[in-house]
């Protein structure tokens, strides 16, 4: 059978993809070289708890559309993120907020708190930031940026802040009341019964093949469709021949824990340097799960190289340079539409990716 859209891969960009044209009665075909659906928002049932096996995902928005949209696979509950940081066996509230600088500086009033922040950027003398050491500083004040960003930061791109540009840091988000929640979205939650389920639910009626690499034949999977949707890494599918992009990557450690309830919060982040880590996430507090053991991951920034799974891209010039030549022989592809994280090299929040989706089916139809 000849499909309308062979579709590249079961993420959130593929799924909605599919799931939008094939209520139009088009013909779909997802392909997906992993064993499972879903892409990086993939979780896994263990124990009961729902494991999100490539990272922390907390669905956020203000897109009422998008926000209704999701809901109407699957509920969301009312989960709000609330991280905390460790540095030195001392617990910090995350965002930067009120009680993160009552904790740090012993004050109460958000008078005090900016006085003692404005002061130590005068102190700094810092004007035109060259790193994003200086940035950070310039924004935030010395000692938040000693204890919360620096160390962090540091194992997060495996580089001194100081050699990183100033531009990774645009926004430093300094909050000066009580609140915890680490979004400011109307929107928030996580989906009952894990990610995976929204996705089951979005590919219902959809063909679908796991296991399946569309690199491995191109040609073959080409031939089975009258338009090919794309979502996989986009110089993979030129053969690398410009040169390859850059990612950040993740290893990630998982275990489950003969405890009922290991550190009290879904996401923990370890701020010093000399811990290998960044955070530590215990999942069942994704969802309130009441089970007698608990799952943690520990989550460790890794240089990337092929052949890794791809998380952070490094859209530096460079890279940007070498996206951009390989968006124009993309273009060159008359029946190729290319979307999601990977094709458009992009970090892309969920509910940006959903619109994305949506959008490419309106150019469509
Ligand atoms: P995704 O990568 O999910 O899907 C692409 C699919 O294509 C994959 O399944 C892949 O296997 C498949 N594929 C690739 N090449 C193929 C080939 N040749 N043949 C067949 N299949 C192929 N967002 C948010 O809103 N809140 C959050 O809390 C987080 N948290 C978060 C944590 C971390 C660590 C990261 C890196 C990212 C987030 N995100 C997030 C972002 C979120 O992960 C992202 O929006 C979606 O996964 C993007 O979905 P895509 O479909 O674009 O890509």
């Given amino acids: 059978m000849k499909y309308d859209y062979v579709i590249v891969g079961s993420g959130l960009f593929g799924a909605v993809f599919a799931h939008e044209m ?27 708890i729902n494991v999100h096996k490539y990272g922390a995902h907390i669905f956020h928005t203000n897109d009422k559309d998008i ?3 999701v809901n109407q696979f699957v509920s969301f509950n009312n989960y709000i993120n609330s991280p905390v940081a460790i540095y030195k066996d001392e617990l910090y509230n995350l965002p930067f907020n009120m009680n993160t600088f009552s904790k740090l500086w012993g004050i109460k009033k958000p008078s005090e708190a900016k006085e003692i922040i404005e002061e130590q950027i005068k102190n700094s003398g810092i004007t035109e930031p060259t790193n994003l050491e200086e940035q950070a500083i310039k924004m935030v004040g010395i000692d938040i940026y000693e204890k919360l960003i620096k160390g962090y930061t540091k194992k997060q791109w495996g580089r001194e802040p100081k050699k990183l540009p100033a531009f990774i840091i645009k926004r430093l988000p300094l909050r000066f009341t009580y609140d915890n929640n680490y979004f400011n979205d109307k929107y928030q939650g996580i989906p009952e019964g894990g990610y995976t389920l929204l996705i089951e639910k979005l590919l219902d009626n959809v063909d679908l093949k796991l296991s399946v ?8 999977y080409e031939s089975m469709g009258n338009k090919i949707v794309y979502t996989g890494p986009i110089d993979a599918l030129f053969d690398y021949k410009l040169g390859m992009l850059e990612y950040r990557g993740l290893r990630f ?3 489950e824990m003969n405890s009922e309830n290991f550190q009290g919060n879904a996401v923990v982040n370890y701020t010093e340097e000399h811990i290998e880590y960044t955070r530590i996430i215990e999942h069942k507090h994704f969802e309130s799960v ?9 989550e460790y ?3 990337w190289k092929l052949g890794d799974e791809r998380y952070y891209p490094v859209n530096d010039a460079k890279n940007q340079d070498l996206y951009n030549k390989y968006r124009k022989l993309a273009g ?5 539409i290319l979307g999601g994280r990977l094709a458009e090299y992009k970090y892309y929040d969920m509910h940006i990716v959903i619109r994305s989706a949506l959008n490419a089916v309106r150019k469509e139809v």
């Fill in 22 to 48: 094939t209520k139009k009665g088009k013909k779909c075909l997802v392909l997906e070289k992993r064993e499972h659906i879903g892409g990086n928002i993939y979780t896994e049932s263990t124990s009961n």
């Fill in 67 to 69: 926000w209704d949209y």
């Fill in 213 to 220: 690499d569309f690199l491995d034949d191109i040609e073959k």
């Fill in 253 to 255: 450690e998982s275990m």
């Fill in 332 to 336: 060159e592809k008359k029946n190729y």
């Fill in 301 to 303: 920034p890794s240089e």
């Fill in 290 to 298: 009441n089970t007698d053991t608990t799952i943690i991951t520990k």
